[in-house]
């Protein structure tokens, strides 16, 4: 890639294409069609770690994808393996660079310039076709290394950029460098749009995340009975960051539903709930729930790798998040046949949910509205099997097979 050349081909308009969750339409022609014969190429994936949150999982699944398709994959990371989460099928190359850490000043830009040797090293010696940037920071970071090579760029935004803003000085690298890219994959329209326009990118594909069901199964195990009483009805969320993730408004939400419900109980499973909420109030969840009198029924069993069970063991699933990219614990509840509340943020929900058919959709940081749901899943049974029935049509509609072949034929396009 030269970052010369892509100055003079940038178009006017950034193409957007549109996959995934739109009939599995792939648009561009450069990936929609059937090749009898296949050249095995070399990726890399660069992410920041493979701990366990929603983009570590599409990295995972889609490295297994690849090699299960006759591809050559190595997964890059900054962090070294003590914090893997997702055991990896091994026919992947795992990679550390061992260059993380928290750096300030000067000795952050020393840092970022041995990041960017350190991967482009890795590209070389790898022989990549096609690296991948999963995340906004490693795809700035991918781009950099690759220029000047051969190897391909494929940035992949996992959260809704006009939300998750980015610190000094990664937001001016993103406007500056993503128009060098080579092909961008967002996970919706609205994402596709905003980095179309706010970072000039170019060549864009929607993929939205796949799900499996049944989850395949990660250490560690925690069984839900140890956790919760036979019998008693749960409400469950999942996820590592309690901001994001509108925890508190869940915690606040489920105690004005359970005043007049006080036989559920609501579990987080993710989340440690003794950390820094990450608002800058100084407060965590355990304190919160604590202050509001319901500390006993809403409980923090940690990570669990066993997400099936838990998925299985609740009676409501409730995404409260602020922001979203494409949430795989809303596709893996839904999956799961649970009744689904989920907040209309930006971005994500309003593209797996049809409100009042297989799921409910509320306004994001509305914590009444949120209650209200509750209340109204708590009270009708009829009501939560009926979505939960509808539910379970995102196994097929969000297949692995269906987006991760649109993944697939991106990067086979691009190595031609």
């Given at each position: 890639m030269s970052i010369g050349d892509a100055f003079n081909t940038v178009p006017n308009v950034p193409a957007v294409v549109r996959g995934g969750s739109h009939a599995g339409r792939v648009g561009a022609a450069a990936?929609?069609?059937?090749?009898?014969?296949?050249?095995?190429?070399?990726?890399?994936?660069?992410?920041?770690?493979?701990?366990?949150?929603?983009?570590?999982?599409?990295?995972?699944?889609?490295?297994?994808?690849l090699v299960?398709?006759?591809?050559?994959?190595?997964?890059?990371?900054?962090?070294?393996?003590?914090?893997?989460?997702?055991?990896?099928?091994?026919?992947?190359?795992?990679?550390?660079?061992?260059?993380?850490?928290?750096?300030?000043?000067l000795r952050k830009v020393y840092a970022n310039v041995r990041?960017?040797?350190?991967?482009?090293?890795?590209?070389?010696?790898?022989?990549?076709?096609?690296?991948v940037g999963m995340m906004s920071s490693s795809a700035i970071l991918s781009i950099l290394a690759c220029a000047g090579i051969e190897a391909r760029v494929v940035a992949s935004e996992r959260n809704f950029p006009g939300r998750k803003r980015l610190a000094f000085p990664w937001g001016a690298m993103r406007r500056l460098l993503y128009r060098f890219a080579d092909a961008h994959v967002a996970q919706t329209d609205e994402a596709a749009r905003w980095i179309a326009r706010h970072a000039r990118a170019r060549n864009i594909q929607v993929i939205p995340n796949s799900v499996a069901w049944p989850v395949p199964d990660q250490p560690p195990a925690v069984a839900p009975d140890s956790i919760v009483d036979t019998g008693t009805p749960v409400v469950l969320a999942v996820g590592t960051k309690p901001h994001q993730k509108g925890f508190d408004m869940l915690v606040r939400a489920f105690a004005s539903a359970t005043s007049t419900h006080p036989a559920w109980c609501l579990v987080v499973v993710g989340v440690d709930a003794s950390n820094d909420f990450g608002d800058g109030s100084g407060t965590n969840l355990e304190t919160l729930a604590r202050e509001i009198g319901v500390a006993g029924r809403v409980l923090f069993p940690g990570r669990a790798g066993n997400m099936t069970a838990w998925y299985e063991r609740a009676d409501i699933f409730v995404l409260s998040s602020r922001y979203e990219g494409f949430p795989n614990v809303l596709l893996e509840a839904m999956a799961a046949g649970r009744a689904c509340?989920?907040?209309?943020?930006?971005?994500?929900?309003?593209?797996?949910?049809?409100?009042e058919v297989n799921g409910l959709l509320v306004p994001v940081d509305d914590v009444r509205a949120l209650g209200v749901a509750l209340i109204r899943l708590m009270d009708d049974t009829s009501l939560r099997e009926r979505l939960g029935s509808a539910a379970v049509a995102v196994r097929q509609r969000f297949s692995e097979e269906r987006v991760l072949r649109q993944w697939q034929q991106l990067l086979e396009s691009l190595s031609d």
């Open positions: 990936v929609s069609r059937e090749r009898s014969t296949i050249r095995a190429i070399r990726v890399l994936i660069f992410v920041n770690s493979m701990t366990g949150g929603g983009a570590e999982r599409v990295v995972a699944s889609l490295a297994r994808y299960d398709h006759g591809h050559a994959v190595t997964i890059a990371t900054m962090h070294g393996t003590e914090r893997d989460f997702f055991v990896l099928d091994p026919r992947i190359n795992r990679l550390c660079l061992e260059l993380a850490g928290a750096n300030r000043g990041r960017v040797a350190a991967l482009r090293r890795a590209v070389v010696r790898e022989s990549a076709d096609v690296v509340i989920a907040t209309d943020c930006q971005s994500g929900p309003s593209a797996i949910v049809d409100n």
